[in-house]
T-cell receptor
């Protein structure tokens, strides 16, 4: 069964303390991997799409990378406003429409 | 540019009652999605529309859930009858045909079934 597993479930960091979130996936063929940010009481907000191993995308303090089995979301010198749940999702090549989300990592940045 | 609109924002019903949610996607977006997000989990796709047609409804519990998208714009999702396990946030999202993987989500409707 296709799965998307995110770790850790929750992460608390001090402001300025860099870290990484992990997303591992098991699909027969990856069409695309996506990162979203979700604030409490709101819908997810699109961050990045990655298509092939070795690809990297950056946005402000966030950098997403992709390998054949997993993706990392690196957060450099985070600020309290980066606190949110970060969701990873994949679309399998054989099923162009069905997107599978992970359960997310709840990130909390202390000032 | 206006975002994805959903209503109501909150709904409390008793089990076995029916409920309907409404979604207005971003203007010009051909693809519309309905998701169910249970507390502590990621969103689960229920149904995807491309204009008026259904692309994927494989995870929609068709014995109690129904959805329609009239004229390829607004959409409604209905639950009848509701069960306790339907308590969740129902999210609507839309995407442009050219950037199908970049989905824009509405704020969601929080449903509580008692």
């Amino acid at each position: 069964e296709d799965q998307v597993t995110q770790s850790p479930e929750a992460l608390r960091l001090q402001e300025g303390e860099s870290s990484s979130l992990n997303c591992s996936y098991t699909v027969s063929g990856l069409r695309g991997l996506f990162w979203y940010r979700q604030d409490p009481g709101k819908g997810p907000e699109f961050l990045f799409t990655l298509y092939s191993a070795g690809e990297e995308k950056e946005k402000e303090r966030l950098k997403a990378t992709l390998t054949k089995k997993e993706s990392f979301l690196h957060i450099t010198a985070p600020k309290p406003e980066d606190s949110a749940t970060y969701l990873c999702a994949v679309i399998e090549y054989s099923s162009a429409s069905k997107i599978i989300f992970g359960s997310g990592t709840r990130l909390s940045i202390r000032p | 540019e206006a975002g994805v609109a959903q209503s109501p924002r909150y709904k409390i019903i008793e089990k076995r009652q029916s409920v309907a949610f409404w979604c207005n996607p971003i203007s010009g977006h051909a693809t519309l999605y309905w998701y169910q997000q249970i507390l502590g989990q990621g969103p689960k796709l229920l149904i995807q529309f491309q204009n008026n047609g259904v692309v994927d409804d494989s995870q929609l519990p068709k014995d109690r859930f129904s959805a329609e998208r009239l004229k390829g714009v607004d959409s409604t999702l209905k639950i009848q009858p509701a069960k306790l396990e339907d308590s969740a946030v129902y999210l609507c999202a839309s995407s442009d045909t050219g950037t199908a993987y970049e989905q824009y989500f509405g704020p969601g409707t929080r449903l509580t079934v008692t």
